[in-house]
Structures are given as C-alpha cells and as structure tokens.
C-alpha cells in the first residue's frame, strides 16, 4: 500500500488549503484514512479520520469546524480541507492508514504511512 500526500503550502492565518492522499495498492474493500500532523518539538496528533466508503468523519476537537475530511472512492483519494487556518495548524501533515473501520487516532494502528506534507501558517 502506498499513500502520497500533496497540496501543503505556506499560508496566511485566515487563509485555507486542500490536502490530497492517493491511496494505491489496497485489496480490502473496508479501511480507514486519517491525517495527522506533527509540529516541532510536539507529539503526533491526529486531526481527522473516515472509513472508506462508509464515511463517517471524526475530528480532533482542534480542528472541528474548521476542517473536512472527504473521500473520492473512484479515485481512492482521501482529501483534507483545511480552513480559517491558524499559526497554531503549522506542522507536517501525514495521511495514514489501516484495514478495517476507524476506531481511534492511536497512531499505533495505523499500519502505512505517507511521506508527509508541510503546512506553515504565518
């Protein structure tokens, strides 16, 4: 399984971006997409997560609306719309996943890992 992440940027606070993870090389009909992110000197966190094709999203309570997690199943492409962003969201952002239905943003079950995008805020 191979995850490519594209579509970070530096932007101003206020401003939005999209991120995009193709998803290639899954057999299982069923599994979960997250991102996460990771800033200098803090934890991994995870930001959102949805199980493919059943697609009910969950959010970290730092991003809630403020970011959507959406899918495009024909394209296996997990998107991540970030909006009225903050100096705060500035860290890489990571697309990951694992077989079967979300369950939590423990890192630990997510078996693959993209390669990760930066976002920068200022």
């Known amino acids: 399984v191979q995850l490519v992440e594209s579509g970070g940027g530096s932007v101003q606070a206020g401003g939005s971006l999209r991120l995009s993870c193709a998803a290639s090389?899954?057999?299982?009909?069923?599994?979960?997409m997250g991102w996460f992110r990771q800033a200098p000197g803090k934890e991994r966190e995870g930001v959102a997560r949805v199980t493919a094709e059943i697609g009910v999203p969950r959010y970290a309570d730092s991003v809630k609306g403020r970011f959507t997690i959406s899918q495009d199943n024909a394209k296996n492409t997990v998107y991540l719309q970030m909006n009225s962003l903050k100096p705060e969201d500035t860290a890489m952002f990571y697309c990951?996943?694992?077989?079967?239905?979300?369950?939590?943003?423990?890192?630990?079950?997510?078996?693959?890992w993209g390669q990760g995008t930066q976002v920068t805020v200022s």
């Open positions: 090389g899954y057999t299982s009909s069923s599994y979960c």
């Open positions: 990951a996943a694992h077989g079967g239905i979300c369950r939590s943003f423990n890192s630990d079950e997510y078996r693959y």
